[in-house]
């Protein structure tokens, strides 16, 4: 029986994306808007992220950025198929807390 294809709609992987991104430690949001702060791009059978993103502090920056770059690789991998080329991450800045458990972001 041959093989078919499999074709991902944009909106499906930034929601599977946005699930790792909101419950990654030492992510406190994207930049802007998950479709501004979300690049995906296609070249010869695989994907390439850009990822722009608020962190918080909890963890070492390129601990947190390395981890995050890990697990969204084998996770889009397992779940989809598709191979990942590479996930750049951008920090935007730092979201601190506050005394009065309000949070300031840096940019």
Request: net charge positive; no cysteine; glycine share 4%.
């Amino acid at each position: 029986m041959p093989e078919g294809q499999i074709f991902y709609s944009f909106r499906t992987l930034q929601a599977l994306i946005d699930q790792v991104i909101q419950s990654f430690p030492g992510v406190e949001s994207w930049e802007k808007k998950r479709e501004e702060s979300l690049r995906i791009e296609t070249k010869k059978g695989a994907i390439s992220l850009q990822l722009f993103l608020i962190l918080n502090l909890k963890k070492k920056v390129p601990e947190t950025a390395w981890e995050l770059q890990k697990e969204l690789k084998e996770t889009l991998e397992k779940k989809t198929g598709l191979r990942v080329d590479r996930v750049d991450i951008y920090v935007q800045g730092f979201a601190v807390p506050q005394r009065n458990n309000t949070i300031l972001t840096i940019r």
